[in-house]
């Protein structure tokens, strides 16, 4: 069982910063590929950025690529996302997600509440 909880968001301004943590409790955090996702007002979820297990590889959604990077610290079991160059379009409730290796909802087990981050034009 892991339990995940998010934190970081806030209001920005276009072209401005943010950083995301995702603290993690459970004794399988270290074995579970840990994953951003994001849900807009009206719009699905989907998928930002995932870690594997040890770190060494990541993977980005198109719309955050160079933007965005993903990181984890094993042994304080947390993750983030740091966020530059944010759009309006980034505006979204954040949520953290562990499971399995993909960019799929059903890939990942367990999830965090969310966090919302508005960005202002």
């Known amino acids: 069982q892991v339990q995940l909880v998010e934190s970081g968001g806030g209001l920005v301004q276009a072209g401005g910063s943010l950083r995301l943590s995702c603290e993690a409790s459970?004794?399988?955090?270290?074995?579970?590929?840990m994953a951003w996702f994001r849900q807009a007002p009206g719009k699905e979820r989907e998928f930002v950025a995932s870690?594997?297990?040890?770190?060494?590889?990541?993977y980005y959604a198109d719309s955050v690529k160079g933007r965005f990077t993903i990181s984890r610290d094993k042994a304080k079991m947390t993750m983030s996302l740091q966020m530059n160059r944010l759009e309006p379009e980034d505006t979204a409730v954040y949520y953290c997600?562990?499971?399995?290796?993909?960019?799929?909802?059903?890939?990942?087990?367990?999830w965090g509440p969310g966090t919302q981050v508005t960005v202002s034009s």
């Open positions: 870690i594997s297990w040890s770190g060494g590889y990541t």
């Open positions: 459970g004794r399988t955090f270290s074995s579970n590929t």
């Open positions: 997600a562990a499971g399995s290796y993909g960019s799929w909802e059903r890939d990942y087990n367990y």
